[in-house]
Nanobody, 118 residues
Framework: QVQLVESGGGLVQPGGSLRLSCAAS????????LGWYRQAPGKQRELVAA???????NYADSVKGRSTISRDSAKNTVNLQMNSLKPEDTAVYYC??????WGLGNYWGQGTQVTVSS
């Protein structure tokens, strides 16, 4: 069973910062394209940032320059640092482990709420 455990969400004022973290098992961490997605009320789930083949990163245009995705191999975590947060960043953020390149499935964490409001 794939387990992805997210942490770090919460309430933050516009212009503030948050760091989301997703912990995975070693086997998942080493054989997945890891990333973060978000879903706002009434909207479809969308990519925020993700690692792709060859270790490249892919960011949504809406967060480019404000967000950084990173991996910590010692802790088996994938992190999302978000700065200059805007009310439109409010959403449930989901950690994703896409293992389809390895012939396996596509997995999601339980989600963590991020609310940007004054």
């Amino acid at each position: 069973q794939v387990q992805l455990v997210e942490s770090g969400g919460g309430l933050v004022q516009p212009g503030g910062s948050l760091r989301l973290s997703c912990a995975a098992s070693r086997s998942i961490f080493s054989a997945s394209d890891l990333g973060w997605y978000r879903q706002a009320p009434g909207k479809q789930r969308e990519l925020v940032a993700a690692f792709t083949s060859g270790g490249r990163t892919n960011y949504a245009d809406s967060v480019k320059g404000r967000s950084t995705i990173s991996r910590d191999s010692a802790k088996n975590t994938v992190n999302l640092q978000m700065n200059s947060l805007k009310p439109e960043d409010t959403a449930v953020y989901y950690c994703n482990a896409d293992r389809r390149r390895w012939g396996l499935g596509n997995y999601w964490g339980q989600g963590t709420q991020v609310t940007v409001s004054s």
